[in-house]
């Protein structure tokens, strides 16, 4: 669903260099590496970075360690970046401060013109451990990144999903029922109880 979901974005072009930010195993690169000039995929975990150069390995994707603190990268290096959930732009893994450092990162790195796509849990009444919509489009605003659209793409405990988990549902249904999941999504805003699954488009002005 996801990868539909940046399908239809239509946000990365062929001479385009694209960082994923927080890859884990890889699992967007390769389809990232088939639109793109160049792949880059970082993570902390040195572990996952092992299955992704095991399991999603492209001749134009590099997956490298990154330490928390700095992209290891120049300034103004990638016309794209990627950074799809897992709790990456959430309170429990990059505090206030932490983020936005991290902003600030995303930023420097980042050419103008150039974009940032994210995926990320959104609650409606916001856990402890959770940015609120607001105050996470807020950090990326003081930073001059200008969010030209966001929308929920996916309803959080979707049942669905569980059942896809289960085996019940044959894999030829899957993008169908993707597609269903988005269309039905995308208009809606407010009043939920649940979370769901947004995607953020951030664009840095040349």
């Known amino acids: 669903l996801q990868k539909l979901a940046l399908d239809r974005e239509g946000a990365f072009k ?4 694209v960082l994923d ?7 967007f690169c390769p389809s990232l590496a088939s639109r793109c000039s160049q792949v880059y995929g970082i993570d902390t975990g040195t572990e996952v970075l092992r299955l992704a150069v095991q ?3 492209r001749p134009n994707i590099i997956y490298q360690v990154y330490d928390g603190e700095t992209i290891p990268f120049p300034q103004s290096y990638f016309n794209a970046i990627l950074c799809v959930f897992g709790g990456v732009l959430q309170k429990h893994v990059f505090p206030e401060e932490q983020l936005t450092h ?3 990162e995303l930023q420097r790195v980042l050419k103008a013109p150039g ?14 451990r959770h940015y609120p919509r607001e ?3 807020a950090h990326f605003t003081r930073h001059g990144l200008v969010c030209t659209s966001h929308y929920p793409i996916r309803k959080g405990h979707w049942p669905i999903l569980y059942m896809i988990r289960l085996g019940l549902i044959p894999a030829s ?13 995308r208009h ?3 009043a939920y109880l649940d979370y769901k699954d947004y995607l953020f488009r951030f664009e840095k002005k040349g």
């Open 173 to 185: 249904l899957f993008p169908r029922l993707a597609q269903y999941e988005l269309d039905k999504r």
């Open 21 to 27: 930010f927080g890859c884990g195993v890889g699992r």
């Open 115 to 128: 974009m940032i796509i994210a995926i990320e849990h959104v609650h409606g009444r916001t856990p402890a």
């Open 102 to 104: 991290l902003v600030g």
């Open 55 to 57: 399991y999603n390995a």
């Open 14 to 17: 062929s001479t385009d260099i």
């Open 135 to 137: 105050e996470l489009l």
């Open 188 to 190: 809606e805003r407010e």
